[in-house]
């Protein structure tokens, strides 16, 4: 009996790996000739304004082991805190940036890496300001429905402790895994841990 068609079975937890990367990362799995380059790999360009970042960005599972199969979306404000979308009333966005970004985790190291610019703060909801954040957005083999989670800057504390997102989440000490760690080179890391003792909060939107 045919499948009634108002509702699609999902499929088999094992195909969002490698499939998640040859539809959205062709040229990072060595199939060329459909896109130029990647959708998403490249945010700016010499015109971007704003202050130019760079985001390390890494997947953990359960165990501490760095996925290398994973796949991250990042979404954020330019540097005057206006979004690259139709649905910004605000303002005009730097047409010089695309605000967002796709890559897929090295094989090597598990690690992805973004080049941006630091965003702008924007409004909540209801008016108040959100300190400076990226959005991220995660899928990877076993990872059927994206997890959704943000990043924000260690040297906005003042920001931060006004952001009426970081102050809805219960547990206070669970706030540390949203904030990124500055390494030695002036990039940002941000680990990003699937379960275990510093689990990522993630968000249901």
Known sequence: MAQSLDRLKESASQTAGPYVHIGMTPNFCGITGVYQEDLGVTMVNDKTRGERITVRARVFDGTGTALKDAL??????????????????????????????????????????????????????DGRKMAPHISFWIVARGINIGLQTRMYFPEEENANAEDPVLARIEHRLRVPTLIARRADDGAYVFDIHLQGENETVFFDI
């Open 72 to 125: 991250i979306e990042i979404w954020q404000a330019d540097s005057d805190g206006l979004y690259n979308s139709p649905s910004e009333m605000r303002g005009a966005a730097d047409p010089n940036f695309t605000g967002w970004g796709r890559k897929a985790t090295d094989m090597d190291t598990g690690e992805c890496v973004f080049e941006t610019v630091k965003p702008g703060r924007v409004p909540f909801k």
